[in-house]
């Protein structure tokens, strides 16, 4: 599985942003999907997870209520909608298939290149 996300950019507090990650190959709806970010400095964190089949999403306090993770296993995409965004979000946004429905990055199989979300203040 090969993963492109996109949708990163420069927005002001309080905005929105929606991120997508294309899939490559045809097992993309086999895969739970993650989004994990990682800001200068510090070390890359979970903020998002969806089972395989949509059917289950978790996320981290800190994007909960904000942030909404979907999938379109017939266009081979998961997206993360964020709203109400804060300066703190800023990041690099990573995301990750994997067999094992989880918040923790090791058991992830396949990573995405990363996209730079930037929230100004």
């Known amino acids: 599985v090969q993963l492109q996300a996109s949708g990163g950019g420069l927005v002001q507090a309080g905005g929105s942003l929606r991120l997508s990650c294309a899939a490559s190959?045809?097992?993309?709806?086999?895969?739970?999907m993650g989004w994990f970010r990682q800001a200068p400095g510090k070390e890359r964190e979970f903020v998002a997870v969806i089972s395989w089949s949509g059917g289950s999403k978790y996320y981290a306090d800190s994007v909960k209520g904000r942030f909404t993770i979907s999938r379109d296993n017939a266009k081979n995409t998961v997206y993360l909608q964020m709203n109400s965004l804060k300066p703190e979000d800023t990041a690099v946004y990573y995301c990750a298939a994997g067999l094992v429905y989880s918040g923790s990055s090791e058991v992830y199989d396949y990573w995405g290149q990363g996209t730079q979300v930037t929230v100004s203040s």
């Open positions: 190959g045809r097992t993309f709806s086999r895969y739970n």
